[in-house]
């Protein structure tokens, strides 16, 4: 069975995001765009993101944009998402282990491409490990 993932990215990410799809080509990519590296919105691509997840097209997705903060951002605006960004395979790890991250957010002109693609592949190596984690989960599912 292959693994599904959506990938999408902004301007300043598609770079990378084509990179991603290049190295890791035994995955079946849902291309959300952008096509090309012509100014475009960010928060568009996020929140297209999380409606094809919370319409169960796929589960778990990355997002590019130039720091990777704006797109996480966006994406975090949607309740069922868990947006993580990551500057290293350990944070990736750790993002899935314990907060059962969903959405992986990168920073293109933050980290270089080998890291870029240990990133990833840290986090779409590592299961959520729930237990205490599911406690807090919840809480963060919670709204105040």
């Known amino acids: 069975m292959t693994l599904k993932i959506a990938i999408a990215a902004d301007h300043g990410g598609y770079r990378y995001k084509q990179a ?3 190295k890791f080509s035994d995955i079946e990519w849902l291309d959300l ?3 090309s ?4 919105d960010y ?3 996020a929140h297209e993101m999380a409606e094809r997840m919370r319409g ?6 990355i997002l590019v944009c130039g720091t990777g903060i704006g797109i996480s951002i966006a994406a975090n605006r949607h309740p069922e998402i868990r947006a993580a960004l990551c500057t290293n395979a350990t944070m990736a790890r750790l993002t899935r282990a314990h907060n059962n991250a969903n959405i992986l957010a990168l ?3 933050i980290i270089g491409i080998e890291t870029a ?10 299961e959520f490990e729930g237990g205490r984690h599911e406690r807090r989960l ?3 599912n919670t709204t105040p």
Not at 56 to 61: K, L
Not at 117 to 126: K, M
């Open 20 to 22: 991603i799809i290049e």
């Open 33 to 35: 765009g952008t096509d």
């Open 37 to 40: 590296a012509e100014s475009v």
């Open 43 to 45: 928060p568009d691509y």
């Open 56 to 61: 169960g097209e796929v589960e778990t997705g």
């Open 107 to 109: 920073g293109e002109r």
């Open 117 to 126: 693609f240990d990133i990833v592949e840290a986090f779409l190596n590592t």
């Open 138 to 140: 919840e809480k963060i």
